[in-house]
C-alpha cells in the first residue's frame, strides 16, 4: 500500500500539533503562578515542524533559566515611566491629616534621566484582588524554575519507545525579549 506524502504530512502535523499542546498544557501546570500573569501570557503554536511554546511576561525566561544577582525581573519594556499622582488628603501615622501636592513618580530601572537623584518606586502589581509593589531589583541569585523542559519529560517520558528516539531529550529555550 502506497502512503500519499500529503497524507502522511497531514498525520505528522496532527501528531505534533497533540504533542504540542499535552506539552503546553503540562507547562502551564508546573509553570509558576503568584499572579497569575505568567500563565496567562502562555501560547503554543507548531510551525514548520517545531513546537513553539511561548510566555509574553519579560521575566519568564529569566524565571525559567535562572539569572544574575541583580537581574531586574518585571516589564522592562515599559520602563522607565512616569506616574503623574494627583493631589490628595494623606493620614499621617499621627491621625493627623495633611494635604500632598501634585507631583511625579518615577519607575524603573533608570527612571528620569534629568533627574538623576529622583525617588524611584516599585512597580504596581495585581496580585489577586489587590495591588502590591514588587521590587524591581533581586538582591540574590535566581534559581531557575524550568518548568517547560520539566514538563518535556514528562510528556517525553509518556511516549512510546519508538517515538521517543526522535524526540530530543532537552528543548531548545531562548529569550525573545533581547
Known amino acids: 500500500m502506497e502512503m500519499n506524502s500529503v497524507l502522511i504530512r497531514t498525520f505528522g502535523n496532527v501528531a505534533l500539533h497533540a504533542l504540542g499542546e499535552e506539552l503546553f498544557n503540562e ?3 508546573l509553570a509558576p ?6 500563565k496567562e501570557s502562555g501560547t ?4 514548520k515542524n517545531n513546537i513553539i511554546i511561548s510566555y509574553a511576561e519579560p521575566y519568564a525566561y529569566t524565571l525559567h533559566e535562572g539569572g544574575k544577582k541583580g537581574a531586574v525581573i518585571g516589564d522592562t519594556k515599559k520602563f522607565p515611566w512616569v506616574a503623574d499622582t494627583r493631589a490628595h488628603r494623606r493620614k ?9 501636592r501634585r ?20 512597580k504596581p502589581t495585581k496580585l489577586g484582588s489587590s495591588w502590591k509593589v514588587i ?4 538582591n540574590s541569585d535566581i534559581a531557575g524554575r524550568r518548568w517547560v523542559q520539566k514538563a518535556w519529560d514528562k510528556v517525553r517520558s509518556r511516549q512510546p519507545t519508538r517515538a521517543k528516539m526522535f524526540l530530543p531529550r532537552n528543548l ?3 529569550d525573545n525579549n533581547k
Do not use: C, M, W
Open 27 to 29: 507547562a502551564q501546570r
Open 33 to 38: 503562578s503568584k499572579s497569575g500573569s505568567l
Open 44 to 47: 503554543f503554536v507548531v510551525k
Open 92 to 100: 499621617l501615622p499621627s491621625g493627623r491629616i495633611t494635604l500632598v
Open 103 to 122: 507631583h511625579n513618580k518615577f519607575y524603573g530601572q533608570t527612571g528620569d534621566p534629568e533627574k538623576p537623584k529622583a525617588k524611584f518606586y516599585h
Open 135 to 138: 521590587n524591581q531589583q533581586l
Open 172 to 174: 531548545i529555550i531562548t
